[in-house]
């Protein structure tokens, strides 16, 4: 087991509250959207992919505690697929402009809708975050299979979801003061400067 | 409604915190498991039952009212449009019965307790401490972005207006959030260092709780039925 | 010699300056030191540098030698060596609660369990500490509804528990009512009885009457450090703006320096 830094340590408890409070902004707004994983992602392009499937993790086990429903923790192989993807995706440059982060956030929808629709149909027939149970009861009502309603309603929803959250994530990176991200010796790379 | 821990002596109080949820966990893998449109309804009663005797009604109410909006929608997709309400009321009943196995569990677990008894078997420190310091860490970031809000509405922000407007308007939000978030990591990371966190020592746990006999009979018999109920379900 | 420093330098990471400069001092057993300046003048960052959290946690480079209990805090083989030996306490008491504690007993036996200690050596620790921070009638509260003042005193238990070898306190005093400030400062002695005490605070109205030495720094670098009498009350301290209060109002009054660095020194000097 890989020794922790007490940076992490006090680093990841942080990011995962934030995964968690992005949503109150999201619904205050009233934008249909979770943002759910912008701390797993800032993470990633902070201190890499490792980090961040640990963020991950943490974030799907607490969520499913905080939620009191048990089956979102059968959505974790999402939150892991989220967080290597974002951290290869930094490595890559990704978070360098805001073009690159908005395209790189699209096939992160597109990955989490395939990963987590069969999860959702499989397993729970479907029925999980009421928006995505909203958009798959119209489209069966359009007679559209089960199974397409299901991924249509993940893929729009996690379409939107991701690209917004890249973009938001590479917009915090630029903001950040240079002395926060010389702390993190992978930020400077992921978003273009020091 | 509750979620959460509920402070309590009752039975599942009284058990050791990794039976509440070894029984949580087999009664998921067993909604899977065992066959027939019925089961999951027959292991969501018995659970019931449970929280009767345990003193943790409260639970069930809650699992009513999570599961309900699930089972219309489930009724409306696979009964009324897909003409098989078998379907629906298994998924119903399972969706049920797991929410409310876990619901006890929670309700039954304090954290702290239960950090004690993975640091009394030696689970990595490191895993214990980042659920205990994140279940203390997001109630206190979800009133700091409510204080977030408040203090950029009364600098003019608004939230309503084209969808462009209120995406533009999550990044003051956002920004706040997480330099603030930044800066108490930093200081954080110093106290954790000094206070021997990261030391490699083994911790001592502070009051781990007792596992009686009976605890141990539970959680082996709980494994035993899922075995049973897994086999049984590849043969047939 | 409790710390020993030698030319060291330290510049945080992405900074254009260095935050010290070419310091050498020591600090002994048995002696309350004093570490004071203008804001950003480098205290902090030399109590960082002595337990090696700078730069291991902060970042940055260091150069020169520092020795601290006999070990180079910046190597691995010395922080392990160090674990749990040096007592570091923050100017913010709710940064460094654990996350983890539901009861100020646990809280304040944080430290010690992470050592590995026996659970009667942490009761016993414990006890003790609360006893002597004050805190006993809290030991069943909940450590995040205390007040400021509370939760300081609380984490002050939590450092003393660990039973360190050196204590390092920022502004210790800072979210503390003036009698609760008092008790603190009043208990400095007791610790430092066969340890180091480095206390980093701009409280030096207080502190002056306490303290056996103090260290003066400005812009990282060391420009004055000996007995409170002689460094608070020269001229130069006035000039900086480090000089305690009746200090500043004995040169406005035209005296010469020396100045009176307390109101009990000034009594003496003017009513005989």
Redesign the interface.
């Known amino acids: 087991?890989v020794?922790?830094?007490?940076?992490l340590?006090?680093?990841?408890?942080?990011?995962?509250?934030?995964n968690?409070?992005?949503g109150?902004?999201?619904s205050?707004?009233?934008?249909p959207v979770f943002?759910d994983t912008?701390g797993t992602v800032?993470v990633a392009a902070l201190a890499g992919p490792g980090a961040a499937v640990?963020t991950g993790a943490?974030?799907q086990?607490?969520f499913?505690?905080?939620?009191?429903?048990?089956?979102w923790l059968a959505f974790m192989p999402i939150q892991l697929g989220v967080a290597v993807y974002a951290g290869l995706a930094a490595r890559a440059g990704v978070f360098r402009s805001a073009w690159r982060a908005g395209a790189g956030g699209l096939g992160l929808g597109v990955l989490a809708a395939t990963l987590s629709w069969p999860i959702s149909l499989l397993?729970?027939?479907?029925?999980t975050a009421?928006g995505v149970?909203?958009i798959?009861?119209i489209l069966?009502?359009l007679?559209i299979p089960?199974a397409w309603?299901v991924y249509g309603a993940s893929l729009a929803t996690d379409l939107l979801d991701k690209t917004?959250s890249f973009m938001?994530v590479f917009?915090?990176l630029q903001?950040?003061p240079s002395r926060?991200v010389a702390?993190f010796p992978l930020a400077a790379r992921a978003r273009g400067r020091a | 409604m509750i979620?959460?821990y509920v402070a309590g002596e009752g039975l599942l109080h009284r058990a050791h915190p990794f039976t509440s949820l070894t029984i949580?966990a087999g009664v998921?893998l067993l909604a899977?498991a065992l066959p027939g449109t019925l089961s999951p309804w027959v292991l969501a009663g018995m659970l019931v039952v449970l929280a009767v005797a345990a003193g943790l009604t409260g639970a069930v109410v809650?699992t009513l009212v999570?599961s309900a909006?699930?089972w219309v929608?489930?009724g409306?997709?696979?009964g009324v449009?897909?003409t098989d309400w078998a379907?629906?009321a298994v998924?119903a009943g399972?969706?049920s019965a797991?929410?409310l196995?876990?619901?006890l569990a929670?309700a039954a677990v304090?954290?702290?307790r239960l950090?004690d008894a993975l640091v009394a078997r030696r689970v990595?420190?490191?895993i214990a401490?980042?659920?205990?310091?994140?279940?203390?860490?997001?109630p206190?970031?979800?009133h700091?972005?409510?204080t977030i809000?408040e203090a950029q509405r009364c600098r003019g922000l608004r939230?309503?207006g084209s969808?462009w407007r209120?995406?533009r308007?999550?990044?003051p939000?956002?920004?706040p959030?997480?330099?603030g978030?930044?800066?108490?990591?930093?200081?954080?990371?110093?106290?954790?260092?000094?206070?021997?966190?990261?030391?490699?020592?083994?911790?001592?746990?502070?009051s781990p709780p007792r596992d009686h006999l009976l605890d141990r009979v539970v959680r082996w018999g709980t494994v035993l039925v899922v075995l049973a109920a897994v086999v049984l379900r590849v043969v047939t | 010699m409790s710390v020993r420093f030698a030319g060291v330098s330290f510049r945080y990471p992405g900074a254009d300056e260095d935050a010290l400069r070419n310091v050498t001092l020591a600090f002994q057993p048995g002696e309350v030191t004093l570490l004071t300046g203008t804001s950003g003048a480098g205290c902090s960052t030399l109590l960082?540098t002595a337990?090696g959290?700078a730069p291991?946690?902060?970042g940055g480079t260091r150069t020169g030698e520092v020795d601290t209990l006999g070990v180079d805090p910046m190597t691995e083989s010395g922080r392990?060596a160090l674990?749990?030996r040096?007592?570091?306490l923050?100017a913010?008491p709710w940064?460094?609660?654990?996350?983890?504690?539901?009861t100020v007993h646990?809280e304040v036996?944080?430290?010690?369990?992470?050592?590995?200690?026996?659970?009667e050596e942490?009761r016993a620790h414990v006890h003790e500490s609360m006893k002597v921070a004050g805190v006993s009638h809290l030991a069943q509260r909940d450590p995040?509804t205390l007040s400021g003042g509370e939760l300081q005193r609380v984490m002050f238990a939590?450092v003393m528990a660990?039973a360190p070898d050196l204590y390092l306190l920022d502004e210790p005093a800072a979210e503390l009512d003036p009698a609760a400030a008092g008790d603190l400062y009043a208990m400095l002695s007791t610790l430092a009885l066969d340890r180091a005490v480095v206390v980093a605070s701009t409280d030096v109205d207080r502190l002056a009457e306490v303290v056996d030495r103090v260290v003066e720094l400005e812009h990282g670098a060391v420009v004055a450090d000996g007995p409170p009498a002689v460094v608070l009350g020269a001229a130069a301290a006035v000039e900086r703006g480090t000089a305690p209060t009746v200090a500043v109002i004995a040169h406005r009054a035209g005296v010469p320096p020396d100045y009176p660095t307390s109101v009990a020194m000034a009594a003496r000097r003017w009513s005989a």
């Open positions: 087991m020794r922790l830094s007490a940076r340590l006090a680093l990841i408890p942080l990011a995962v509250g934030i968690l409070a992005m109150k902004f999201a205050t707004l009233s934008l943002l912008v800032l640990l943490v974030s086990t607490v499913t505690v905080v939620d009191g429903k048990l089956m397993l729970f027939g479907g029925v009421s149970s909203l798959a009861t069966t009502a007679h089960v309603a917004i938001l917009t915090i903001s950040l926060t702390r | 979620i959460g949580a998921t899977f809650t999570f909006p699930l929608f489930l409306i997709i696979y449009f897909g379907v629906a998924y399972r969706i797991i929410l196995a876990f619901l929670l304090h954290p702290g950090v990595s420190f490191a401490y980042l659920l205990a310091a994140t279940l203390q860490a997001v206190r970031l979800q700091r972005a409510a809000l939230t309503g969808p209120r995406i308007s999550i990044v939000l956002a920004i959030l997480v330099q978030a930044l800066a108490e990591a930093d200081d954080r990371a110093v106290a954790l260092e000094v206070r021997g966190a990261v030391s490699g020592c083994a911790r001592t746990p502070l | 960082l337990a959290l291991h946690v902060t392990q674990a749990g040096i007592g570091v923050l913010t940064t460094q609660l654990s996350g983890m504690a539901y646990d036996a944080f430290g010690p369990a992470n050592l590995g200690w026996d659970r942490i995040r939590g660990m």
